[in-house]
Nanobody
Framework: QVQVDESGGGLVQAGDSLRLSCAASGGTLNKFNKFVMGWFRQAPGKEREFVAAFSWNGYRTYYADSVKGRFTISRDGAKTAVFLQMESLTSGDTAVYHC???????????????????WGQGTQVTVAS
């Protein structure tokens, strides 16, 4: 069973930076090479929305328009982990951030939460204005 764990959330001021980490375990690295690792976020009263994703197969990255140019998703292949570096944070970025892993995703489904198989518990990011 694949397990996904996030860390790195916290309370920051507007304009600050924060780095989230996501570690996947419970499978072989060969299996993870077929995964897409994604970040989603959910603010109070709102639906879960796509933030960014990293495809291990081809090392492609995907971003929501709202974070493009401010957030960067990267990977550490040796540790089967992905990171989300967030810059120039605003109060609009306040949410619970979830990491997710999906196997065999096609490009058109990478931004869809329902396409992912495994989810972490989430880490709270609060940006004070």
């Amino acid at each position: 069973q694949v397990q996904v764990d996030e860390s790195g959330g916290g309370l920051v001021q507007a304009g600050d930076s924060l780095r989230l980490s996501c570690a996947a375990s419970g499978g072989t690295l060969n299996k993870f090479n077929k995964f897409v690792m994604g970040w989603f976020r959910q603010a109070p009263g709102k639906e879960r929305e796509f933030v960014a994703a990293f495809s291990w197969n081809g090392y492609r990255t995907y971003y929501a328009d709202s974070v493009k140019g401010r957030f960067t998703i990267s990977r550490d292949g040796a540790k089967t982990a992905v990171f989300l570096q967030m810059e120039s944070l605003t109060s609009g970025d306040t949410a619970v951030y979830h990491c997710a892993a999906g196997m065999g995703l096609i490009t058109s489904s990478i931004r869809m939460a329902a396409a992912y198989n495994y989810w972490g518990q989430g880490t709270q990011v609060t940006v004070a204005s």
